[in-house]
């Protein structure tokens, strides 16, 4: 074989491998997206719903379940993930936090069938269950982030600034004739 015929071989395999995965480098991309900062005041807030979400399951439990659906919902999109459809936010989430998005995806389909009053009392367990899964991705995306709160440069003095702070000079008292 000679090198010509191998070069455009090697060419050849290069670019039918690189055909092949350019359409997966380009669905990766949905990881992409810009996650939006979260102030510490929605960050406490968010972590205060949850928290009284969780209190108010002994007594209501199908109302919290559907409630931390929404809340979560809330949360993703407040982050910057896809609002116009539960599947397309789902699917965003999921190449950011796959190991998370399953306790989400209990969550969300418990919350369904509650709100179609497809569960029964004893399914109480089981509406715990999908909330306690889908709380390690609550905490993904309540967490602070590195940029949801950049440190503030030190403001840069003014002069007159300077000069108010300038120390006067004081007065030992009369100056000693030797």
């Known amino acids: 074989m000679s090198t010509v015929t191998l070069i455009i071989l090697v060419v050849a395999l290069a670019a039918m491998a690189g055909l092949v995965i350019a359409p997966s480098v380009r669905q990766g991309r949905k990881g992409e997206l810009p996650v939006r ?3 510490s005041e929605a960050r406490e807030q968010y972590t205060a719903r949850w928290a009284g979400v969780q ?4 007594d209501s439990p199908g109302w919290a379940l559907r409630e931390a659906d929404r809340l979560l919902g809330a949360l993703a999109v407040d982050r910057g993930y896809p609002a116009e459809s539960d599947d397309k936010r789902m699917d965003a989430l999921s190449i950011r936090h796959p ?5 989400y995806r209990r969550l969300h389909a418990m919350a369904a069938q509650v709100h179609e009053g497809q569960t029964a009392e004893a399914a109480t367990e089981r509406m715990r269950e999908a909330l306690v899964a889908a709380r390690p991705l609550f905490e993904q995306l309540v967490r ?6 950049r440190p503030l440069p030190p403001p840069v003095p003014r002069q007159r600034d300077l000069q108010r702070r300038r120390i006067p000079r004081q007065r030992l008292g009369p100056a000693a004739d030797h």
Not at 55 to 58: K, S, T
Not at 144 to 149: G, S
């Open 55 to 58: 209190e108010r399951f002994v």
């Open 37 to 39: 900062s979260l102030p």
């Open 144 to 149: 602070a982030q590195p940029h949801d709160e």
């Open 99 to 103: 190991g998370e998005i399953d306790g």
